[in-house]
């Protein structure tokens, strides 16, 4: 069993930036492959990004540039640093975990962006 906690979500005007983290506990965290995802009102979830248990990275086509995963296993957290944010990237971002086709999910947390 994996927690996830989810944090750093909030209002951000366009072109602004926002970090959210993703704090783990109850596993070893650095065997599972972390992802971002996020659902906008009205819309399915989407994978945004990706990172494995050995660094390799994916980003979602439409977000490379300006989204960047990352972890830091001795903090058993994930991150996700969101630059030049635009109103279609309004969301709820969820924090997931994945090894041997388990999968968990932390609770979520708000992103809007809008002036």
């Known amino acids: 069993q994996v927690q996830l906690v989810e944090s750093g979500g909030g209002l951000v005007q366009p072109g602004g930036s926002l970090r959210l983290s993703c704090a783990a506990s109850?596993?070893?965290?650095?065997?599972?492959?972390m992802n971002w995802y996020r659902q906008a009102p009205g819309k399915q979830r989407e994978l945004v990004a990706t990172i494995t248990s050995g660094g390799s990275l994916n980003y979602a086509d439409s977000l490379k540039g300006r989204f960047t995963i990352s972890r830091d296993n001795a903090k058993n957290t994930v991150y996700l640093q969101m630059n030049s944010l635009k109103p279609e990237d309004t969301a709820v971002y969820y924090c997931?975990?994945?090894?041997?086709?388990?999968?968990?999910w932390g609770q979520g947390t708000q992103v809007t962006v809008s002036s």
């Open positions: 997931n975990a994945k090894r041997l086709g388990m999968g968990y």
């Open positions: 109850g596993s070893i965290f650095s065997i599972y492959t």
